[in-house]
């Protein structure tokens, strides 16, 4: 058996949960009852590995190829983010932060990946240390759940 990616994805979710033991939590006011959370640091520190696996991902990996084909094609000046935004017909909210972004910060569809899986993974870690009663195990069940 060989290492693959998903294998380190899953033994670094194992490693924090083995530093959640070590690192202090930290009392919240949430809908109205005091509970214990991880600290926003630390719940960054157990995601941030995902949000550069998922930046480096190859082309190989799902749908990401034709990500990186829509990246290429969508509009890189303000300018032409409106005739660009007229000839999609679904996804318009997703598509216009993907043309702001290319304007903004370039053509590089890693750039593109990285900025798009921390969108995606931030928001997750909000909600999860918010409501979930075991941080830890939320984020276990969504990165097993599909690697």
Known sequence: ???????????????????????PKQQELVNGRKVERWTMPTALILIAP???????????????????????ECASLFGKIGNYLSSITKDKGFY????????????????????????????????FRKYSEDYWFSIFLLIASTA
Do not use: H, P
Not at 1 to 20: D, R, S
């Open 1 to 23: 058996m060989t290492l693959t990616n998903y294998w380190w994805l899953l033994i670094w979710i194992f490693i924090g949960g083995l530093l959640a033991f070590f690192i």
């Open 50 to 72: 995902y949000i550069v696996w998922a930046g480096f991902r190859s082309n190989a990996f799902g749908d990401t190829g034709a990500y990186q084909k829509a990246f290429r």
């Open 96 to 127: 216009l932060l993907m043309a702001l972004e290319k304007s903004i910060f370039g053509d590089s569809c890693r750039l593109f990946f990285v900025l798009l899986a921390a969108f995606q993974l931030l928001i997750i870690v909000w909600m």
